[in-house]
């Protein structure tokens, strides 16, 4: 029932996992921080691409970070300067117009695929970066593997493994930048939150400390409308699971996109590109400039491991 194939996009291997019966698919492009650029699934015998990938002229930059891993931080980090257990450090600046550090170190980096497994309920793949490269601006020893799979169901996984294979402590947060489209824009779809509560931020896109309340998006949910959205929604921590969720009244079709509080999965930002083709809802362990604020900063010992997972369906 599960295939797997393979060819070449914008000079980079891709791979293709599908699902003969169901038409269901998503493709991986490993060389490019092993992100996800398709995902198609079915409902009501209609299929739905649902992820807005890079197309050839993104690459090889993926400059919009298009469902790009966010390691050891999403959002930013001021001036990219942080201080952990009494050492500074000082990471590459790649948003010059607000001399930040954004979205991590590993978004473009070369996955190693070690396994695609098929069965009668589902197909996975599973990839691994590991940094065993010094480098001055986070020197330590990791581990990432991920673990994508596509249910018989229609449900995609994603699983995030961390590993701290050296001899320090090291600190990080975690995220998943996908950008999700349901029709040809986003202004007449309907966005169900699952927290009103969100981190102010300053001119330079950095959290002030203050916390702010966004109403109507919860329960029900509200139409995006005109309304922009670049936030970090803070999730009570007592949850076991969230939901973000999308819906097209038109079609009678929606994208529910669910995280594993449980698991530290404690925010999901949201963020509506100026094309408004598509919008990108990512879960993540914390907010903005973690590395600084400390806020919900995982730090792992020797030898331990963190995982959490990720989940997406039609409904």
């Excluded at 996109?257 to 993540?284: C, H, M, N, W």
Aim: include cysteine.
């Amino acid at each position: 029932m599960f295939v797997i194939k393979e060819d070449i996009f914008a000079g980079f291997n891709r791979i293709i996992l599908l699902n003969e019966q169901s038409g269901d698919y998503f493709t991986v492009i490993p060389a490019r921080g092993a992100i996800i650029q398709d995902l198609c699934l079915s409902k009501n015998n209609k299929k739905y691409n649902i992820i807005d990938g890079v197309d050839e002229l993104e690459l090889p930059d993926n400059n919009k970070f298009k469902s790009s891993i966010l390691f050891p931080f999403p959002g930013r980090v001021e001036d990219g300067k942080y201080n952990f257990e009494n050492k500074n450090y000082q990471l590459e600046i790649n948003e010059l117009q607000l001399n930040n550090s954004l979205h991590g170190i590993v978004y473009n980096e070369i996955y190693e695929v070690t396994d695609i497994v098929s069965t009668s309920s589902k197909i996975s793949i599973e990839l691994n970066f590991q940094n065993e490269i010094i480098k001055d601006s986070f020197p330590f020893h990791f581990n990432i593997n991920l673990l994508y799979s596509l249910s018989s169901t229609g449900e995609f996984n994603v699983t995030f493994s961390v590993l701290n294979f050296g001899e320090e402590n090291f600190p990080f947060g975690i995220g998943w930048h996908p950008y999700f489209k349901l029709g040809e824009d986003i202004d007449e779809l309907k966005l169900t939150l699952p927290a009103n509560q969100y981190d102010e931020l300053n001119k330079r896109n950095l959290p002030t400390g203050n916390i702010l309340n966004l109403e109507g998006f919860m329960n029900e949910g509200t139409l995006i409308k005109n309304k922009d959205f670049d936030s970090g929604f803070i999730i009570e921590e007592q949850k076991h699971l969230a939901s973000t969720k999308i819906y097209n009244q038109e079609e009678n079709i929606g994208i529910e996109i669910t995280q594993k509080v449980s698991e530290g999965f404690l925010y999901t930002q949201i963020y509506t590109p100026q094309d408004r083709k598509s919008i990108a809802i990512e879960p993540q362990t914390c907010g903005a400039n973690v590395l600084n604020t400390k806020k919900h900063l995982i730090i792992l010992s020797p030898d331990q491991a963190w995982s959490g997972n990720i989940s997406v369906k039609l409904f």
